[in-house]
């Protein structure tokens, strides 16, 4: 993820600074974001995605992107003097760990969201941050592993 100020607007004590915000994703998949901050607050004001995003994912971008904006924005949540205040590149997500501890947290993702009666695919997705295909790979691993039930009951 990166956040670049875009530009900024002083009234007397007030300002209110627009960032430019991308997250791009190992799968190719991309999101450009403008968003608003002012008085501590922050807001979208556009938002783009290839592919396009789910409502559900929508309403979690905010909280993808609140801490490195306000990052950006520096102390007190207003921008660094010189207006080049930026984050260097990360993760949108932290690193998933490997091995059989990842693979446990995918079971407890995937039976939350199956109890919560939520797609338990999606689910694995948001948490772990990767594509569809990279999350049908752990869920498989997991049940591999003991984790979950087998896909298809033996007769």
Request: net charge negative; hydrophobic share 45%.
């Amino acid at each position: 993820m990166s956040v670049w100020p875009a530009w900024e607007v002083r009234e007397d004590e007030r300002a209110t600074s627009w960032f430019t915000v991308r997250l791009a994703f190992t799968d190719g998949a991309r999101i450009d974001a403008l968003a608003v901050v002012c008085e501590g607050c922050a807001s979208l004001e556009e938002v783009r995605s290839q592919p396009a995003l789910s409502l559900h994912d929508l309403a979690e971008l905010a909280e993808w992107i609140e801490e490195p904006l306000f990052e950006a924005c520096g102390p007190g949540a207003a921008p660094a003097a010189g207006g080049d205040a930026s984050v260097a590149p990360r993760r949108a997500r932290p690193a998933w760990p490997p091995g059989v501890e990842g693979r446990w947290l995918v079971a407890q993702e995937y039976r939350a969201a199956q109890e919560g009666g939520f797609d338990p695919v999606l689910a694995v997705m948001c948490a772990t941050g990767h594509s569809r295909r990279k999350s049908l790979r752990l869920i498989s691993q997991a049940r591999d592993s003991g984790f979950l039930a087998p896909r298809h009951a033996r007769r």
